[in-house]
């Protein structure tokens, strides 16, 4: 089994900051690409940013040049800086890592999920 551990959401004014943590533990050989999600009310889940295990990083548009995704692949932590939020930047982020374990003899690489954290933006 695979845990993520979110830490760091909460309530912030417009134009503040937050922090996202997240750390992955359990059966893994290998952590690949780590991610946040991120679901509002009455939409559909969307990916907000990824990071690989290179360090290559995508970001949907609306929060390029606002948020940063980094990762400690030692630690298997994924941390998301939320700058300049936005209200529509109201949403439970979930944080994602495609790991690669053996489970029942098969290797392969599983998508795992965190609890996921509110992150609600005032106006």
């Known amino acids: 089994q695979v845990h993520l551990v979110e830490s760091g959401g909460g309530l912030v004014q417009a134009g503040g900051s937050l922090r996202l943590s997240c750390a992955a533990s359990?059966?893994?050989?290998?952590?690949?690409?780590m991610g946040w999600y991120r679901q509002a009310p009455g939409k559909q889940r969307e990916k907000v940013a990824g990071?690989?295990?290179?360090?290559?990083?995508t970001y949907i548009d609306s929060v390029k040049d606002r948020f940063t995704i980094s990762r400690d692949n030692a630690e298997n932590t994924v941390t998301l800086q939320m700058n300049s939020l936005k209200p529509e930047d109201t949403a439970v982020y979930y944080c994602?890592?495609?790991?690669?374990?053996?489970?029942?003899?098969?290797?392969?690489?599983?998508?795992?999920w965190g609890q996921g954290t509110q992150v609600t933006v005032s106006s």
């Open positions: 994602n890592a495609e790991v690669l374990n053996t489970v029942a003899r098969n290797t392969l690489l599983r998508d795992y």
């Open positions: 359990g059966n893994m050989i290998r952590v690949e690409t």
């Open positions: 990071i690989t295990s290179g360090g290559s990083t």
